[in-house]
């Protein structure tokens, strides 16, 4: 692969704007995402991180499944695959094998990586192959309209939760770690620079890295939860809800009580896999 | 010094892997399913000896997923199956048609619906093959009836695949997929292998559905310089999302015709004893073998009697069968279902003949002998195999 060495501290810190442009493909926006959406804010803590790696466009594939995050690929100037419903992961897994030169990065949904592509999520988890998983968050089916979804909170609205939902959720981080994924952090679209730090650490692991990145859709989750607007949401949920893993040691118990915790909250070293399956080749050839 | 050639006996579901292999094919994804798995066990050790990759999948979406993402990465790429799995299977199927990706899918019928007779071969899957995905798509589905051929029509599942940038599924039973015979492997050189049309364009000036000469644009692999967008909405040329009506009617068709207008190419069968036939029989896959031992017995009595046994399934092979009708007073349609194939030869037909099926779903092969009596107009006898029947020759051979 060609790479350069990340040539800056992340997160980016110069004084001249980023220029996003040099990552995005020409004249595909304005995007899909409603005002207020926190999707365009992890977009670009991705391309920080995806510039600070120094990893060339070419050997990048940014691969989605269905639902608002999922259309993230089509506006970004890589080797870009969006598919079917939950079916990113293995899609990505085939990508990966064919080509393991490239540094695959899935962008998936709350719905589309836990509810219809769960099965794949915790095999991804389990094999360790070099991939990223970006969930983004926003405990709702937004595409469809505000349908309840594996992390909707319980209690919370959704158009098929009119009076709450009573199903407990999933915590995306526990879900991970405990499938094998070998790096697993979460972030906000709030702490946009800390993200920017985190998807960089997440893209340069090697195994799987999952990443749990809460975000707001306030035209569904924020309306019928009577968020006020989008800018309440993202302070109650992704500033009020969540702690810094380094805060969090310093801080009693009661303070913790219901906070969600960002940073690194899982790492790991395990064979990836395919360098394993490079090994397995060899053995076959009886070198 | 001249190469001889191999000779192996080996069951149809290995024969199927050599086919694969001097195709190409260098990916193979897969889950475990009675009566395909042999093709995933000698791929697990077959494909890490040549430098291709295997991988197992948590279930049969993954591997059809698996396989697209292979096949855009660059590799001849394929997954097999069996009853449950197909139809798990086909949500890819359909967006490999739309995405214009190519790949091979292995369906050795078993018997159903669901988990049916798992051990049991079948038929019944032949509409599921070019209806199972939702939306019009095209189909393009072989139909081997010997160890022998199925590993040509294997080879010939690739090329066409790469061809014409769609899914091929090689659709045949349990009874060709563990039965074994003798089988010469073709030298390398020997047969014509497809490989992928590649962009030869500046990569600024790529689009992945530039069809300009043709129905078929060239395919990049991913991470070789062309950064291109695949998406399974509806698309322009250069692969992005479109909300064009034209656009969509257009892509929707020319997806649909750039195999039915190509279908004399694509189409093969074989014509046995048609010439002066009376009588014809219409019969693909095992029951082929059957109808073929069938024609010859009454042959040998004189009875004109003929066979036409599709290779190509899907397209329907319209125009041999009209022709045919034209012929016969009578065209018989054995199949290991209760009638799926017999409603096209009869539309195929348009009344020039009398149609009628021969069916039979209780996991037991169709007999020659129900054949010759459904030629004769007798009574359909059912299972009572005459031993005489089973040591005959010809019943082993192509």
């Known amino acids: ?98 080509k393991p030169k490239l540094k695959v990065i899935v962008v998936t949904g709350d719905g589309d990586a836990l509810a219809i592509g769960g099965n794949h999520f915790i095999h991804a988890c389990r094999r360790n192959m070099d991939l990223t998983i970006m969930v983004y968050n926003n405990y709702i089916y937004g595409m469809t309209s505000g349908q309840s979804s594996p992390t909707t909170p319980q209690s919370m609205i959704a158009t098929t939760a009119r009076y709450g939902s009573i199903e407990p959720t999933f915590d995306t981080c526990t879900l991970a770690k405990a499938a094998g994924a070998t790096f697993v952090a979460r972030g906000t679209a709030y702490h946009a620079q800390e993200l920017e730090k985190t998807i960089y650490d997440a893209i340069m692991h090697k195994g799987t890295s999952v990443l749990d990145i809460l975000d707001s859709c306030p035209t569904y989750y924020g309306r019928f939860n009577k968020f006020k607007s989008a800018s309440e949401m993202m302070e109650k949920i992704e500033k009020d809800g969540t702690l810094s893993i380094s805060q969090a040691d310093k801080l009693p118990p009661e303070k913790r009580e219901g906070k969600l915790l960002r940073g690194v909250l899982h790492k790991s070293e395990r064979p990836e896999y395919c360098e394993e399956y490079e090994r397995l080749m060899e053995k076959a050839q009886g070198k | 010094m001249k190469k001889s050639k191999q000779k192996k006996f080996i069951q149809g579901n290995e024969a199927c892997v050599e086919g694969a292999l001097y195709a190409g094919c260098r990916f193979y994804a897969g889950y475990p399913i009675t009566p395909s798995t042999e093709i995933m066990e000698v791929m697990a050790a077959r494909l890490p000896k040549i430098g291709g990759s295997f991988i197992q999948m948590e279930d049969e979406i993954a591997s059809m997923c ?147 000469d043709g129905n078929v644009a060239p395919l990049a692999a991913y991470g070789e310089g062309y950064r291109f967008h695949v998406t399974g909405l509806y698309h322009a040329a250069d692969g992005f999302p479109t909300s064009n009506t034209k656009l969509i009617q257009e892509t929707n068709e020319r997806l649909v015709n750039k195999i039915d207008r190509n279908k004399e190419t694509i189409c093969k069968n074989e014509e046995f004893c048609l010439d002066d036939a009376e009588i014809g029989v219409f019969a693909y896959g095992v029951c082929a073998k059957s109808a073929k031992f069938a024609v010859k017995e009454l042959r040998s009595k004189g009875v004109k009697v003929g066979l036409l046994r599709p290779l190509t399934i899907w397209p329907f092979p319209d125009d041999a069968v009209e022709e045919m009708a034209k012929k016969v007073k009578t065209i018989i349609v054995p199949e290991m279902n209760l009638g799926q194939v017999v409603h096209e030869v009869e539309r195929a037909s348009k009344g020039k003949c009398d149609v009628r099926g021969l069916f039979r779903v209780d996991t037991d092969p169709i007999h020659p002998k129900q054949i010759m009596n459904a030629i004769l107009g007798r009574p359909v006898e059912p299972t009572v195999i005459p031993s005489e029947v089973l040591i005959e020759r010809d019943m082993i051979d192509g």
């Open chain 1, 1 to 98: 692969m060609s790479t350069q060495t990340a040539a800056r501290t992340v997160p980016y810190k110069e004084k001249a704007p980023f220029d996003y442009s040099s990552y995005m493909r020409k004249g595909k926006l304005p995007h899909i995402w409603c005002s207020g959406c926190g999707h365009g804010i992890v977009l670009k803590s991705l391309l920080r991180a995806i510039d600070a790696t120094g990893i060339q466009k070419d050997d990048i594939a940014i691969v989605s499944g269905i639902g608002c995050s999922s259309r993230t690929p089509g506006y970004l100037d890589f080797n870009t695959l969006h598919t079917l419903h939950g079916r990113a992961l293995p899609c990505a897994t085939g990508i990966k094998l064919a």
């Open chain 2, 66 to 212: 698996a396989v697209v993402g292979a096949s855009l990465g660059g590799l001849k790429s394929m997954t097999a199956t069996s009853g449950p799995g197909f139809s798990l299977k086909q949500e890819a199927i359909g967006y490999a048609c739309m995405t214009e990706v190519p790949c091979v899918i292995v369906n050795v019928m078993r018997s159903g619906p669901s988990t049916g007779y798992p051990t049991g071969p079948s038929q019944s899957d032949v509409m599921q093959a070019k209806w199972g995905t939702h939306g019009d798509h095209p189909a393009v589905v072989l139909t081997p009836s010997s160890v022998q051929e199925l590993l040509y029509e294997t080879i010939r599942a690739f090329n066409l695949a790469e061809t014409y940038r769609t899914p091929v599924i090689i659709l045949y039973d349990e009874v060709i997929g563990h039965m074994r015979e003798a089988v010469t492997l073709p030298l390398p050189g020997e047969i014509n292998v497809v490989e992928r049309k590649k962009p030869n364009c500046p990569p600024s000036e790529y689009k992945p559905y530039d069809v300009q």
